[in-house]
């Protein structure tokens, strides 16, 4: 890891100028109240760092571009952009990473009609791909029941679960009979496994509206999770969300500002799903004045916007944001 800073020394952080800041952003006074009192929530616990992790895992799909739910913010589009790991290439799949250097796998793929990801059904052979290659191992869960989530225990180093906070959402968008209860179940049963959990928070999952977002970080306040993850929706072409807008600025804002609130001790991550371009831009350093504490490939300004509020960048390598440095 390195410390932002040519000369090497530690930043002092300029309270004055976050508040500047935030002050000077277009959004509702609230808003902004609950920003500033987020930031200084998060250097109780964080001090000046903040985490860039630059490299996250590499997914491989188990079941190449198939998926039974095709959800309408996705539509298999997600998946023609991971290894392919199905019928019986998975194995070499991750050894092709371990021989590149890489430090660990995310384990994904499509959903079966249930609402999981199917991995638990090659618990055994991942757990023997894991003894010989000595990767961490991540996977998409999806909805799970506990014999599942037994299953997983015997392999999985960090599960990532998306966590919905509306049964309106869950229907509409991802076509699933199921509700809420079903996700918090999911944090209970890999919970009880002992598994590591990183929820992931959607915001605009609901076509770029809030719909869920607070309920679903209440939800996960019953847990301990190793990380909360902020992830942000994105209209994706070709897709039936194609059209959405993207979730408004302020809305992401107000989600990590209650995220930092409800977790002020647990690392809270910018995943490294978001849109791209100007929104990126502007989305990160939002991010950044909210009290967020790590982010996944961050995007060029807010190197600057450390350096100006005085925030000690610790570059990661070779590691998802799900993880702390050293895991």
Known sequence: MATYGESGEHAVLNIDRVQEKIENLDFEKATKKEMLKSFKLRLDTFSNDILFFNEPFTPVSITGTDCEL????????????????????????????????????????????DGSVPTYELSGRIRDIKDKTHLKMSAHTGIINRQQARSLSTWLDMALV?????????????????????????????????????????????????DGEFEAIEMVKGYDPAVVVIVVF???????????????????????????????????????????????????????????????????????????????????????????PGD
Request: proline share 5%.
């Open 234 to 324: 994105i209209p994706t072409k070709g897709t039936a969300g194609a059209g959405s807008q993207h979730p408004a600025l302020e809305d992401v804002a107000a989600v990590v500002a209650k995220a930092r609130q409800a977790f002020p001790k647990t690392p809270l991550s910018l995943s490294c799903v978001r849109p791209g371009g100007r929104y990126r831009t502007h989305l990160d350093e939002y991010a950044i004045l909210c009290g967020i504490d790590r982010i996944a490939v961050p995007s060029r300004s807010v190197y600057r916007l450390c350096g100006d509020i005085g925030l000690d960048i610790q570059e990661v390598g070779n590691m998802c944001c799900s993880y702390n």
């Open 162 to 210: 998306d966590c919905i906070g509306s049964d309106e959402t869950i229907s509409r968008i991802l076509g699933l009979p199921n509700t809420v209860s079903d996700y918090e179940d999911t944090l209970k049963f890999l919970t009880d496994e002992g598994i590591p959990i990183a929820p992931h928070i959607i915001v605009g999952l609901n076509d770029g509206m809030l």
């Open 70 to 113: 095709n959800c309408k913010h996705c539509e298999k589009h997600y998946l023609q952009h991971m290894l392919d790991g199905s019928g019986g290439k998975l194995e070499h799949a991750v050894r092709s990473l371990a021989k590149r250097g890489r430090s660990g796998v995310l384990i994904s793929g499509g959903s079966k009609l």
